[in-house]
């Protein structure tokens, strides 16, 4: 009996906790890769993400931006669309013309690759935080800081000729003002609004196979779920060596990722997933291998358990009472 009131306990004081929750904020980002394999032929593609949902897609091929939800549109207007629409059409055309001048006259060598990242976040009351991130070969070169350009930390040398140019030309300037200060969170606003219900059901990720074993000389520790995680770690020492897979959909429009750890047999003592998410506000969840981790479900069924046993109880305890009490009568 004592098991089932902590349990219940712990139950109320959970529920009660939970009504203080910090509310889940979902930044849209705007993916960006452009491939330049020589000055004749490039190739750019977009996708756009609503917190961990996919929300758009733009392939090279099309001038459509692609709406992946019935929502995606927000609370615009097919005008206030079709604008954006164009907008973001005469940038990337400005953008590849842009990239092939300044590899002529900075002499830089093809093939070449560079990747953007923007986008914002609503905060509850004005507060708006946004970023513009641009990469070249896989590292940050420049970053949009408030109304200008600024070089990335160890960013090459020939960068600042490039933000000396780009802060030059004042429209484009004002142009990446309002999409980052105005459009951007009105857009997020509306996504917010106009998707809410699908939103609502993004809850903690689900991990399918946490760190078991696999046959073989070797041991092999799969890990599999819904969302991205952390490197494994052993003794509080990140592993190397650990092998991701893409990320690919579930049937329930979640994703998951998949990544393995091989290890010596012998070795495996003391290892374990360490999960971190944005789902999960800040509370790591720490897998080890062959399953010996902690469950909310597991809780949650023990409570059903000891409810279920406390319920016969009291049934078992009237229909004792009732022949006890049938038995008097007949006497």
């Not at 799969?222 to 190397?240: A, D, I, L, V, Y």
């Not at 010596?264 to 003592?269: F, H, I, L, W």
Request: charged share 20%; glycine share 8%.
């Amino acid at each position: 009996m004592g098991c089932l009131l902590f349990l219940l306990l712990w139950a109320l004081l959970q529920a009660w906790g939970s009504a203080e929750v910090p509310q889940r904020l979902f930044p849209l980002r705007y993916l960006q890769i452009s491939s330049f394999a020589n000055s004749n032929w490039t190739r750019t593609d977009v996708l756009a993400w609503l917190g961990e949902l996919q929300t758009h897609s733009w392939s090279n091929d099309s001038d459509t931006i692609r709406s992946l939800k019935p929502w995606s549109q927000g609370t615009f207007s097919d005008q206030q669309w079709e604008a954006l629409q164009r907008v973001f059409r005469v940038y990337r055309s400005s953008f590849t013309r842009d990239v092939k001048e300044f590899a002529k006259m900075l002499r830089l060598s093809y093939p070449m690759e560079l990747q953007v990242s923007a986008g914002c976040e609503v905060h509850p009351g004005n507060a708006s935080p946004n970023f513009f991130h641009v990469a070249f070969q896989g590292s940050d070169i420049l970053s949009f800081q408030g109304t200008s350009w600024e070089p990335a930390q160890e960013a090459p040398l020939w960068v600042n000729l490039v933000i000396q140019v780009l802060n030059q030309d004042k429209g484009t300037r004002e142009t990446v003002q309002w999409l980052l200060n105005d459009t951007c969170p009105q857009f997020v606003s509306g996504l917010l609004e106009s998707g809410k219900s699908e939103l609502e059901k993004q809850g903690q990720p689900v991990f399918l196979t946490p760190c078991t074993p696999l046959p073989g000389s070797k041991r092999a520790f799969p890990f599999q779920g819904s969302h991205p995680f952390e490197h494994s770690k052993k003794r509080k020492q990140e592993q190397q060596g650990t092998q991701r897979g893409d990320i690919l959909p579930n049937a329930d429009e979640t994703w998951y990722l998949r990544a393995t750890l091989e290890v010596a047999a012998g070795e495996a003592a003391g290892l374990s997933c360490r999960v971190k998410h944005s789902s999960l506000e800040g509370q790591d969840i720490v897998l080890y291998w062959g399953g010996s981790h902690t469950s909310v479900g597991l809780i949650a069924l023990a409570v059903l358990a000891c409810l279920l046993f406390l319920l016969a109880l009291i049934v078992g305890f009237t229909f004792r009472f009732k022949r006890q009490t049938s038995y008097q009568g007949i006497l």
